[in-house]
DNA sequence: TGGGTCATGTAACCTGTTACATGATTAG
DNA sequence: CTAATCATGTAACAGGTTACATGACCCA
């Protein structure tokens, strides 16, 4: 249901092709909605189909042709209903096969589990560099007292800080007691 | 994917009913692994064809028959497989439909958004409250002594901690931030 | 007498993933 | 000369959601 809505909120603000809206669901906007470029092509299909987004074929040289999209008046109103529905029940239905994996993992290698974890608090402290580059890149302090979208787009931003952060506490914690374990005498095998 | 494991590593600890299946991952599960009820006996008929898991009917007088299912030991081997994986990067894959109507919020109606990040608050503070009544049924201080597997429980729950803490901790931040807009002149909407 | 729990599922639909296909240009 | 980038998509499949269907028992 929300890819559909993102695709809107991000034309808009100005007409793009899906192999840019598919980039920035696989950039700047992973860390609050990730999507994969077939889904997105898809998905603008449908929405020309229902009339939400309207396109225009640009010639290119040297380069394959584009294929602009542009949000209609209601693709606007569909825009701004699903907005002001602000329900987030959703979004706290976790899937998380990490954590899955560790809550089984008695049965597990307990040498693979510590270098996974290592692996998974080095990743989470490279996505909250790429917070930082990327708020560096939209979010120069001159945009935020200008726009009134920057301030929407720091809190969305904060949000993937507060999540990678709590993944990065987390992972250090669990790999100190598990190396107490290991110190401590009985291991797992 | 990761359903199929999760029931495998439930049945793994003993046979369940589908049932049963279904109601832990939607409570005590549900802060890692969320499911369907219609999920789960599509699932464990899956995995009956591919012989992972046997299926026994017990009769029940003033109840519906019950049929349970016990993992086998092809069952077994998946799930130790799956387990020596170890790979997070899925469950990094954020898709934040809350988060996103926020980035998108200065065409929204920000009382709107300022009563639902009020909810939000309230409503990951219940969750945390969960966690600590799980944790008091489950996981009582005589177990984590004596049996290995509470303390991967007792791990992926404080995942859950660390998780609605931080969404806490955000959505009270973002509601200071908001506050401080309103007094201070410029209202959107 | 109405709603919750126990207990099974099916069907239709929507969303997400993986893999494939094409082809020119540009940078190392 | 090889890999990445630009740019479009399609097809098949896997996984998740919503709604429906049945029926007895128990509690207020």
Not at 146 to 168: H, M, P
């Amino acid at each position: 249901m929300s890819l559909k809505h993102g695709i809107l909120g991000l034309l808009a603000n100005g007409p793009m092709t899906g192999y840019e809206l598919s980039n920035d669901f696989n950039t700047s906007l992973s860390f609050m909605w990730h999507a994969q470029q077939s889904q997105v092509y898809r998905e603008l299909g449908d929405l020309e189909k229902n009339g939400y987004v309207t396109s225009t074929i640009i010639p290119q040289e040297g380069k394959p042709n584009k294929k602009q999209y542009a949000i209609s008046d209601s693709g606007v109103q569909e825009l701004v209903h699903w907005l002001n529905e602000y329900h987030f029940q959703d979004s706290l239905k976790v899937r998380d096969a990490f954590v899955l994996r560790i809550f089984f993992s008695a049965r597990g290698n307990s040498d693979k589990l510590k270098s996974a974890l290592h692996a998974y608090v080095e990743w989470n402290k490279t996505l909250l560099g790429q917070l930082d580059a990327i708020e560096q890149q939209y979010l120069p302090p001159e945009r935020l007292q200008a726009e009134s979208d920057a301030l929407y787009w720091l809190i969305s931003l904060k949000k993937g800080r507060y999540t990678f952060r709590a993944n990065v506490e987390w992972g250090t914690e669990t790999l100190t007691i598990l190396e107490q374990l290991n110190h401590g005498g009985t291991q797992h095998e």
